[in-house]
């Protein structure tokens, strides 16, 4: 598996984990997210098929839609991103 397999599985895992520790499902976070706007005023358009694969690991996501879930989420970004980070000891 390369680094970046790696991380986005990382991602991905935070993701879900936390998606469901907060009770949500993929349609209610994405509902949560396409309410907010990027840096640029732009709509973030998420759906929850997006979501899904985000959680399979089969998107990148954009640092503006890391931006949104980690605010629908409540947590802060570096939380999702950290996850996905070198986590070697």
Request: charged residues 25%; positive net charge.
């Amino acid at each position: 598996m390369s680094d970046t397999t790696a991380r986005l599985a990382r991602f991905a895992a935070a993701l879900r984990a936390i998606r469901h520790e907060r009770g949500l499902s993929q349609r209610d976070l994405a509902s949560i997210v396409s309410t907010y706007d990027d840096h640029f005023g732009r709509p973030l358009r998420c759906t929850y098929s997006y979501l899904a694969r985000l959680e399979l690991g089969e998107r990148v996501p954009s640092l503006h839609m890391v931006e949104g879930l980690a605010r629908a989420l409540s947590v802060p970004r570096e939380h999702l991103l950290d996850s996905a980070g070198d986590q070697s000891a």
